[in-house]
């Protein structure tokens, strides 16, 4: 064990503290049990300004001068835990339900323009997942006017997905034709990965976005919602605030997805459920 991480422990007031600032700066409700999840995702923080306990660091953190170290606790305490097609079904219903029908939609209604937004895009393999599909359906792309976005609160997440590599690991449900058409084997500290061809990873837009916004500043309303596996941190109340500002901002008839672990049920404000953890305004 390391004798650093050992020898600090976390009062009751610290974690209660640090509990309520993840809550209001990110919606993630760490509830009475995440002390030792805490204690270990602060730690590199702590040893860096050489804080000798978790009080002093919160201190550090809430002074409006420190703006930037709050965001490297939000990215500390966030989990970015993805892989490429997680839950399959839902890039089938993709390709098999939701594009043909928004496409047929746009084209009855002479309507160009088609945003999909993943609303927490972690290191980019959702947001590449997607495009993927969108860019193996569309027969005609140069006909459409396509913006696909990805949003996250962890900067530190955003700059892995600016850089597109990844490890094979994360890579082992893209068919090998799709791997061959969409990235290119390189090598990062010696080990061989793959890089998103700039022709795919050019087609996105990332920016940071706090799901706890007020408002979500859109032009143009998305089609297509993906906010998955993040609701499962939030308490009800949050849950159903997040839901309907989903439901606001998104276009008529458009499809959000949430995780299969994930229900809306108790805080739906007008989706209906069309299969397992997809829905449809």
């Not at 305490?77 to 993709?94: A, C, D, G």
């Not at 969409?182 to 976005?209: A, E, H, T, W």
Request: include cysteine.
């Amino acid at each position: 064990m390391d004798a650093f991480l050992g020898s600090v422990t976390i009062t009751e007031k610290e974690y209660k503290d640090i509990a309520e600032l993840v809550y209001k700066r990110s919606g993630i409700n760490l509830g009475d049990s995440k002390k030792d999840l805490v204690k270990a995702r602060l730690l590199s923080r702590m040893r860096r300004y050489s804080f000798s306990s978790f009080g002093e660091y919160y201190a550090y953190v809430v002074h409006k001068a420190h703006y930037d170290e709050l965001i490297e606790f939000i990215n500390a305490i966030s989990t970015n835990v993805t892989s490429f097609f997680r839950e399959e079904p839902h890039f089938s219903f993709l390709k098999e339900v939701a594009f043909p029908d928004i496409i047929k939609r746009k084209n009855a209604a002479r309507d160009r323009k088609f945003r999909i937004w993943s609303a927490a895009c972690s290191s980019g393999e959702e947001v590449y997942s997607i495009l993927i599909v969108l860019a193996e359906f569309l027969k005609d792309p140069l006909m459409w006017n396509v913006k696909v976005l990805g949003t996250d609160i962890s900067t530190k997440a955003l700059g892995r997905a600016r850089a597109a590599v990844y490890e094979a690991e994360k890579l082992k449900k893209v068919p090998l034709d799709l791997t061959n058409k969409y990235f290119d084997q390189v090598l990062r500290d010696g080990v061989p990965c793959y890089r998103v061809k700039d022709s795919l990873k050019n087609q996105i837009i990332l920016g940071r976005l706090n799901l706890m916004d007020d408002v979500f500043p859109f032009s143009s309303k998305p089609d297509i919602i993906f906010c998955r596996n993040v609701m499962i941190y939030f308490d009800k109340e949050t849950q159903k605030a997040l839901v309907k500002k989903f439901y606001n901002c998104m276009a008529d008839g458009g499809y959000f997805f949430t995780g299969h672990s994930e229900s809306l049920l108790g805080i739906n404000v007008g989706f209906k459920n069309v299969a397992p953890a997809v829905y449809r305004k």
